[in-house]
């Protein structure tokens, strides 16, 4: 499923960078892991769960993930998987843009907190991407109906850091979000799903997120 899912965020990208950037879509490779595995990031245990790694180009899913994304935070269906598979495609696209290599950068320049807010802004447009992919794919397939799109922004909130932390320690520090509140992950996620336009996705020099 995993693969299926990958193979339309190739079909769906490659078309978006010729129509709306001019540019050639290079895909990611996928991994697929269980307990440990060893990326150009280092090494990481399926408690990380799924993530990108830009030094290698390549999208690493934890297996297990998809039984946790359900059983732990109620998010079940297959679209709601599959968006999370699109937010690490999101992050591949970042990286293909320059966005990555543009927050990387500042690590040590600015201070930890200003670092942190650069961090929330490249989740919350990783989000805004996968928003984007739903929205083409919507459109390409039909097959998405909208409790799908539901699902998916309940997925995106499940994934929220303040739901993680309340989750595992009944309470929230919101001095170490990193990846964006449940409801600014849900705004972008939908500003992405409505516009299906790249231009909307500058979280970088949004006013308020
Ligand atoms: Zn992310």
Known sequence: MVGVVLQET??????????????R???PKLVLFEEHIESACGMS???TGPFYCPGDSKVYMDLDFYEQLKNTFGAPGDF???????H???????????????VHKQRGRISQTQYNDLSVRLELQADFLAGVWAHHSHKATDLIEREDFIEAIR???????????KQMQGYVQPESFTHGTSAQRQRWFKLGLESGDLRYGDTFNAQSL
């Open 45 to 47: 245990s399926s408690a």
């Open 155 to 165: 997925a995106a909130s499940a994934i929220g850091d303040d739901k993680i932390q």
């Open 25 to 27: 879509y290079l895909a």
């Open 10 to 23: 190739e079909d769906i990208w490659s078309k978006q960078f010729a129509d709306q950037l001019g540019k």
């Open 88 to 102: 690490e495609v999101g992050h591949h696209i970042q990286n293909l843009l320059g966005y990555t290599d543009y």
């Open 80 to 86: 709601a998987f599959a968006y999370v598979v699109a």
